[in-house]
């Protein structure tokens, strides 16, 4: 995480894509054997569609699995919030949630939560350092934008628990 510029006027970082995780050959082996046995399994059941569909997300999962993630820029201006080239201007996002590590709770990582209009995905999460974090406030309740609690999704805690 790097923090590039802050002031009155705008607050720019940027952070890694996703949290890069080292997974092992085992891991790749476990993924290669769930993935044929289930495809084997789809084909006994003659329902080759599927067969085709778990081969493919296999080689997909394993693909971004060894992906490198991108730096991504992060700005908050005056008109809004840019993630990389796309801006989210202000009276489009309904609220916000800043997690931080007041109360000591282990493994919490600091976080930056937008809930937007979008109808796919509205809630956009983004990493950011402790350091910004009362800057990022600042910045969002100055703009009359709501704070609302918000918590990574179930999904995502499971996934990271299983390595991806």
Do not use: C
């Not at 705008?10 to 050959?25: F, G, M, N, V």
């Not at 007041?102 to 983004?126: V, Y």
């Amino acid at each position: 995480m790097e923090i590039i510029e802050n002031s009155d006027e705008k607050l720019i970082w940027s952070a890694l894509e996703y949290e890069e995780r080292d997974r092992s050959p085992d891991w790749f082996w476990a993924l290669g054997i769930i993935v044929v046995t289930s495809s084997i399994a789809s084909i006994i059941f003659e329902n080759y569609f599927f067969a085709v569909l778990l081969i493919l997300s296999g080689v997909l999962l394993g693909f971004f699995a060894i992906k490198k993630p991108d730096i991504v820029t992060y700005e908050l201006n005056q008109k809004g919030l840019t993630i990389r080239d796309r801006l989210y201007p202000y009276e489009n996002i309904k609220s916000f949630w800043i997690q931080v590590d007041f109360q000591g709770e282990a493994g919490l990582k600091p976080i930056f939560f937008i809930h937007s209009e979008r109808a796919f995905m509205p809630i956009i999460s983004m990493p950011i350092d402790e350091t910004i974090a009362q800057d990022i406030h600042s910045i969002m309740t100055s703009k009359n934008i709501p704070e609302v609690e918000m918590k990574e999704h179930a999904s995502e805690k499971i996934m990271e628990a299983l390595g991806f």
